[in-house]
């Protein structure tokens, strides 16, 4: 991908040079279409069934022993295909959004989450997204195959006794923010120099190194912040059951696809 990436960009440099600033804008553009189409791709037919293999793993709830292709398969009973995992994180986005939006009263929420105000809740709200995939994991510890219901426990446990979870989720984003800062750095500053000594547009390599650091971040650092994440909110819910009660009013934020417990 990246490869084809950086053919894609020369052709535009090349077209700057000879067939005016529009044309090389649109290559540009349809470079980076390019670019988030395959990786849309790659999302829908590969790359969400190794998270939901990783998200297994990380809940400790798998028998694969070490197999990735076992634990793909024995994913497969919370998340059967692409369209329910794509429904399953928006879904706990919308509940997490609700949550923190909503300041609790609907959703019950501990003083810690109501009084939480400016950075903290913005950075609340770019963690919703890994704080998603970790209720996920802990749906997966508490051996539900039923994905509506399990997910619902598992966020009612998040909701209730979530709170040291929710301050680590907030030191993971600046973590991730630094790491993939980092590696952009590393990247760019020699790509910097090799395309200038090469005679090659600076702004090629600059493009290049966005895009690699960010696959490297994906591979990377983003399953550690996961990592983190998961373990935490595991330990912090041991030997809680979820309310009943906040479980039926989660239910409302479910699709019907979703509401119904597996057979």
Known sequence: MVIILFAMLLIASRLAGGAGQTVAVAAVLLAVLGWWFSGRVLQRFFLY???AAMLLAFSGGSSAGGSMASA????????PDYPCWKMLNRTLR???????????AEFQAPPTVRGAGGIARVLDRLAMGSLGQAVLALAYARGGTGGGRSVREGLALYFAHGTESRRLARRWVLFSAAGLLFLFLCLAVPNWFFFRSAGAPLWIGVVLAAAIARLLHQAFIAPFVLAGLSAALLAETRGHEPDLELCEKLSALFPAALSADAR
């Open 72 to 79: 793909i398969e024995e994913s497969k009973s919370l998340i």
């Open 49 to 51: 069934r190794q998270r």
């Open 94 to 104: 919308l509940a997490l959004f609700a949550f923190i939006r909503r300041e609790g």
